[in-house]
């Protein structure tokens, strides 16, 4: 299946919603294993894609996810800004030249988070809740228990990138904050395309 303009702005409205009412959430995880600011930096974000949107509302995809990657390179900051701004840059790109298969999309944002953050699946980061997701859209076996099972995996990781790594094996049984966002980004996709 392909994302078309008008669905692809309600998937990114749904997630800055989603940022904005569960920045708590998000810096409650990041305190745990991190330094407690992923709610704030993703609330940033929210707010910045939000005001981008509304002073020009994007009349392509690749201008939607343009605008979704700057607002996120601009203002979320901290090692989530830059991976999530390169994964909707890419996507960007992506779109020009023709409407791509959504798997293809998804696969596209998750090898630029791959490339940018010099990590893979099984780290304990955002690309063990991308990876599945891209994966299961190809399979077309993509709902709600594909994010859950992802979170769940994510929780029994040890973290080998990023700020939770420090910790080791103490890592382990939690959520990793990134990967918890990036849930909250695909829960807004099942809500749009109704998987
Ligand atoms: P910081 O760690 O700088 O405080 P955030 O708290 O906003 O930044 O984001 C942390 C999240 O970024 C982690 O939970 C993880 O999912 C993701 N992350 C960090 N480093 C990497 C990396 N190298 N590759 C992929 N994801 C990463
Ligand atoms: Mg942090």
Known sequence: MKLELTD???WINLFVEK???NQATLNELDTAIGDGDHGTNMDRGAKAVTDSLTKKDPDNLADLYKATAFAMIQK???ASGPLYGTAFL???KAVKEENI???DLIQVGTDGIKRRGQSDVGMKTMIDVWQPVSDSLRADK????VVDNALSKVKDLVATKGRASYLE???KGHIDPGAQSSAYLFESLIEVIGA
Do not use: H, I, W, Y
Request: net charge negative.
């Open 19 to 21: 940022l904005e009412n």
């Open 101 to 103: 298969e959504l798997s």
């Open 90 to 92: 890419d996507m960007s």
């Open 142 to 145: 993509f709902d709600q228990s």
């Open 76 to 78: 979320v900051g901290g």
């Open 8 to 10: 692809a702005k309600k």
């Open 169 to 171: 094996e103490k890592s």
